[in-house]
Nanobody, 115 residues
């Protein structure tokens, strides 16, 4: 059974930083694409950033220049370095991994940006 477990969420002040981690277990295959999504209260889940196995990245416009996605080479572990955090970054952040036509999601980790 494939499981993705996120960690690293919490409370940060505006302008601060947090680093999220996501480790996938139970997959015999390397997940071609892994990514981070977020869902704020009353809003739909949205893409934050994705990264492929060959390190091609994609970012939402709202986080470009502030967030950096990375992954351990040859593994199903992905990170999200979040800098210059804003109150509007407050959301539950979910990790997703894709193998073939299957998508797997983590349970989410809360990120709150507030003074």
């Amino acid at each position: 059974q494939v499981q993705l477990v996120e960690s690293g969420g919490g409370l940060a002040q505006p302008g601060g930083s947090l680093r999220l981690s996501c480790a996938a277990s139970g997959s015999r295959f390397i997940m071609y694409t892994m990514g981070w999504y977020r869902q704020a209260p009353g809003k739909q889940r949205e893409l934050v950033a994705t990264i492929t196995v060959d390190a091609n990245t994609n970012y939402a416009d709202s986080v470009k220049g502030r967030f950096t996605i990375s992954r351990d080479s040859g593994s199903n572990t992905v990170y999200l370095q979040m800098n210059s955090l804003k109150p509007e970054d407050t959301a539950v952040y979910y990790c997703k991994g894709s193998v073939s036509v299957y998508d797997y999601w983590g349970q989410g980790t809360q990120v709150t940006v507030s003074s």
